[in-house]
Each structure stands twice: as structure tokens, then as C-alpha cells.
């Protein structure tokens, strides 16, 4: 189940495409500055995408990937997986709903922080933001944030618990990104997973640039 810490840095944070993984790849190499490509790496497990995916000083690479219908993103930002603004910029240019995720529970090494950013080619411009709601701690106390309008699956009780912490918690991150459709406890399709990168990083089967 992602987000979560089963690859470190890697998978604590994600991005969710309502769209092929395909598509959303093709949609990168096209978008980023020239360079880029699209790569078959023959992936056969989440070991083999968190290896290709370790962080380095300046983001590199991406990995599109298979999930029932969706595609999920991750990439090797000095961090971890950085998806920025890619899932406001989709739902702009490829009209389908684009997710930020991110899980780093209160006992992880690092800054424990719950966020979830839905945006949609029906959300409030300029974003396209349909809703977002963020429990974070970046040392010092926690803060707890949200805009846009509320769906109605959420607990709007836990959302006014005393504790800012638990006002939004990893098991109910992944409750809200099953209920807007988001298949995040299936197993994503490691073979069939694309690599984005820099064309000057080593080069196996390039899928669009020859």
C-alpha cells in the first residue's frame, strides 16, 4: 500500500494519475526540458524501482507504474520522491485527476507529516485544486491545514481532535485515497513500469526518442 515506508524516501511520498502509465510517461518526456526519455527497465519488484530510485542531488529520474488503471509516480529527488506540482500540471494539460500522497508516521526517521493535494480539470483555478489537507511537523510544533472543499467520505470529527497529529493519520490517508478511487492497496505492476530520466544517464530501450 502506498504511500508508506516500505522503500524509504522512495515511497513515502507518491503521485496518483488517473490516466495509463503510459500516457503519463509520454506526457513527462514531453513536458520536460529536452532530454528526457522514456525507458523499459525491465523491473520485477519494488526492489528493483527503489534501486533505480535512489535519491541524488538533483532529480533525475521517474518511475511510472501500473495501478489497476492509474498511474503512480515516483522519483529519485535528493529527498526522496518529489512530486511538486506535476499532479496540478495533469489535471490542467491531460484533464484527469492528479494526487500527492504523502505518509511519514509520527515513529519514522525524518519529519512525520500526513498530506493529501487532489487536484482535478473541475478544480478551483489557477491549480486545478480540488482539496487539500495536510497534517505536518517540520520541528517545531505540528500544524494542520486544509482548502478547497470537503468531500463527504471525510471524518470531519477526527479532523477537530485536540491532537493536530492525529487529526490526520496514515490509516485514514489511505481510507481517503480509496474512496476518491484510488486502487492504493493493489499491487502495482512492477514489469510494466517506464523509467523517465535524463538521456545522459545509461540508456537501455527507449520507448518514443529512438
Given at each position: 500500500?502506498?504511500?508508506?515506508?516500505?522503500?524509504?524516501?522512495?515511497?513515502?511520498?507518491?503521485?496518483?494519475?488517473?490516466?495509463?502509465h503510459?500516457?503519463?510517461?509520454e506526457?513527462?518526456t514531453?513536458g520536460?526540458?529536452?532530454?528526457?526519455?522514456?525507458?523499459?527497465?525491465g523491473?520485477?519488484?519494488?526492489?528493483?524501482?527503489?534501486?533505480?530510485l535512489?535519491?541524488?542531488?538533483?532529480?533525475?529520474?521517474?518511475?511510472?507504474?501500473?495501478?489497476?488503471?492509474?498511474?503512480l509516480?515516483?522519483s529519485?529527488?535528493?529527498?526522496?520522491?518529489?512530486?511538486?506540482?506535476?499532479?496540478?500540471?495533469?489535471?490542467?494539460?491531460l484533464?484527469?485527476?492528479?494526487?500527492?500522497?504523502?505518509?511519514?508516521?509520527?515513529?519514522?526517521?525524518?519529519?512525520?507529516?500526513?498530506?493529501l493535494?487532489?487536484y482535478g480539470?473541475?478544480?478551483?483555478?489557477?491549480?486545478a485544486?480540488?482539496?487539500?489537507?495536510?497534517?505536518?511537523?517540520d520541528?517545531?510544533?505540528?500544524?494542520?491545514?486544509?482548502?478547497?472543499?470537503?468531500?463527504?467520505?471525510?471524518?470531519?470529527?477526527?479532523h477537530?481532535?485536540?491532537?493536530?497529529s492525529?487529526?490526520l493519520t496514515?490509516e485514514?490517508?489511505?481510507?481517503?485515497?480509496?474512496?476518491?478511487?484510488?486502487?492504493?492497496?493493489?499491487?502495482?505492476s512492477?514489469?510494466?513500469?517506464?523509467?523517465?530520466?535524463?538521456?545522459?544517464?545509461?540508456?537501455?530501450q527507449?520507448?518514443?526518442?529512438?
Amino acid at each position: 500500500m502506498f504511500p508508506s515506508r516500505v522503500g524509504g524516501p522512495t515511497t513515502q511520498q507518491v503521485g496518483f494519475f488517473a490516466c495509463d502509465h503510459r500516457r503519463l510517461a509520454e506526457w513527462l518526456t514531453e513536458g520536460l526540458e529536452p532530454g528526457w526519455t522514456a525507458l523499459d527497465p525491465g523491473w520485477e519488484s519494488i526492489d528493483d524501482v527503489v534501486e533505480a530510485l535512489r535519491p541524488m542531488p538533483v532529480l533525475s529520474r521517474y518511475a511510472c507504474i501500473g495501478l489497476n488503471g492509474w498511474g503512480l509516480l515516483m522519483s529519485n529527488g535528493p529527498l526522496g520522491t518529489d512530486v511538486g506540482m506535476l499532479p496540478s500540471y495533469a489535471a490542467r494539460e491531460l484533464k484527469c485527476r492528479g494526487i500527492r500522497a504523502v505518509r511519514v508516521d509520527d515513529d519514522e526517521a525524518g519529519y512525520p507529516a500526513r498530506i493529501l493535494e487532489v487536484y482535478g480539470p473541475g478544480g478551483e483555478p489557477p491549480l486545478a485544486l480540488e482539496r487539500s489537507i495536510a497534517a505536518v511537523n517540520d520541528g517545531g510544533r505540528w500544524v494542520f491545514e486544509t482548502s478547497g472543499t470537503a468531500f463527504a467520505f471525510e471524518d470531519k470529527g477526527a479532523h477537530r481532535r485536540r491532537s493536530k497529529s492525529s487529526r490526520l493519520t496514515g490509516e485514514m490517508l489511505h481510507e481517503y485515497l480509496l474512496a476518491l478511487g484510488v486502487p492504493a492497496d493493489s499491487e502495482p505492476s512492477w514489469h510494466s513500469g517506464l523509467l523517465v530520466q535524463k538521456s545522459s544517464q545509461p540508456r537501455t530501450q527507449s520507448l518514443w526518442n529512438g
